[in-house]
């Protein structure tokens, strides 16, 4: 028995409840890069300009998550903390967020 | 999920500024297009001044969009999102005390099933209580 599992037999957890948060984070991420895309759409962001735009957004919007939704504490409602939080925020929502910056900047600037 | 209404505002208010400020990048993109297109029909080359005249967008606009995207995301963010903690000891407390809800209402804890079930039959007791109706029955015979 490794550390991790002698870990989760002492402080064991609720699958359903660790599930249920990562979906409803997920619904916010994939929100929130929606709308991060229709800014960079507007501003008419280029290639790289673009995409620190959007790390630089999922940022604001992980620290939003642990501020607002998490109290503060997010070791009690996702397993890794915060870490797992931003990381999911980052990779989770590129495709949303290309896909309307693609469409704004096509709207506005065509 | 219940937006309370500070939220539900604040989402109503940045949307509208959102909106404006993507009409704003429009219509200006659209107008430098048209007033470089007019500036450059007398010389040689209009498309060079067309390509390079829509990538500048006011500061205005900019602070605009920046400051209506915070927003609608701080509204968003702060519109009654629940999560529920993961670890069993805290939410086991939390339900067995009502400080979490179940679907809506206060839940018995996660061991219901096991708290409230039947106790043992007291088999001695009942069959003492047999026998002695067997007696009485025997006397009335």
Known sequence: MNAEERDLQLYPIVPENLIANSKTISDLQSLSSSLLGIAAGILGLESYTGFLFYLLGTLFVSTLIVTFVMGGKPEVYSRGGWKDVIAADVTGGVMGFVLTWTLFFGLVRV | ?141
Do not use: N
């Open chain 2, 1 to 141: 999920m219940a937006r309370s209404l500070p939220s539900k505002l604040l989402i109503a208010f940045s949307s509208i500024l959102l909106a404006h400020a993507c009409y704003s990048a429009h219509e200006h993109s659209l107008l430098s297009t048209t007033a470089a297109a007019a500036h450059d029909s007398s010389s040689s080359s209009p498309h060079s001044a067309t390509i390079t005249s829509g990538s500048t967008l006011p500061l205005d606009i900019t602070l605009e969009t920046l400051l209506s995207v915070s927003l609608l995301l701080v509204g968003i963010v702060s519109s009654g999102w629940e999560l529920k903690p993961i670890s069993l000891r805290s939410y086991a407390g939390g339900v067995e005390s009502g400080k979490i809800l179940v679907d809506g209402k206060k839940g018995k804890g996660l061991f219901v099933g096991l708290e409230e079930r039947a106790g043992f039959a007291d088999i001695r007791k009942q069959r003492k209580e047999f026998t002695d109706w067997m007696k009485t029955q025997g006397r009335v015979e």
